[in-house]
């Protein structure tokens, strides 16, 4: 099947500084991109969807400044989350839908940030 | 608005049949799925329906019913590997996901 993989896996980093973490789809194009944080015992939460070659769109309550997501190729997406703060400690999933329509998405592994 | 239930733990025993259940209410219907996801872990794929009727994949069967709203995950020979959260999702007419709070499944020996 489709795979997509996150890097870093795990990251550690002190509060006020910048973390940038990549997903790619490895065996297929990905038209769109998705990003979802979850917090310990909660389901996703979908933070933004991102089309290749135009501007990520957010979800409500999600601030685009602090992070940011470029989707500059149909398989490279990177979100960075800027000036992180304790708070931003979360686990970072990215999937990869082939299509606009009703392909599946695929999951990366997931990224684990710790702010310090 | 947009709501998705399914129960928020279960318990079954390994070599046993456990039916997890789904009911949705959304604006639009573009299909379900159903992922299983361990602690720690990203969600994986199991299945996608958007017609009536029951799929099956090894051990894992999804069945689907548009009109009552209804799915179903049906995992048969349950082994303690199968201990894990099953998310109901389903996509909107907007081909957005919906995602369902999960049910966390416990296998005892």
């Known amino acids: 099947g489709a795979v997509v993989s996150q890097h870093p896996s795990r990251v550690i980093c002190k509060s006020g500084t910048s973390v940038k973490i990549e997903c790619r789809s490895l065996d297929f194009q990905a038209t769109t991109m998705f990003w979802y944080r979850q917090f310990p015992k909660q389901s996703l939460m979908l933070m933004a969807t991102s089309n290749e070659g135009s501007k990520a769109t957010y979800e409500q309550g999600v601030e685009k400044d602090k992070f940011l997501i470029n989707h500059a190729s149909l398989t490279l997406s990177t979100l960075t989350v800027t000036s992180a703060h304790p708070e931003d400690s979360s686990f970072y999933i990215c999937s990869a839908r082939e299509g606009r329509g009703r392909e599946t998405q695929y999951f990366g592994p997931g990224t684990r940030l710790l702010v310090l | 608005g947009q709501n998705i239930d399914q129960p928020t733990e279960m318990t079954a025993t390994e070599g046993a049949i456990v039916q997890i259940n789904c009911t949705y209410q959304?604006?639009?219907?573009?299909?379900l799925f159903w992922y299983q996801q361990h602690a720690g872990e990203a969600p994986t794929f199991l299945s996608y329906n958007v017609l009536d009727g029951l799929e099956e994949k090894g051990r894992f069967s999804s069945f689907l019913s548009r009109s009552k709203g209804y799915s179903y995950l049906l995992l048969k020979e349950l082994q303690m590997k199968d201990s894990a959260s099953y998310l109901c999702?389903?996509?909107?007419?907007?081909?957005?996901?919906?995602w369902g709070a999960g049910t966390k499944l416990i296998i005892k020996p």
């Open positions: 999702v389903v996509m909107d007419s907007n081909y957005q996901l919906i």
């Open positions: 959304t604006s639009g219907f573009n299909g």
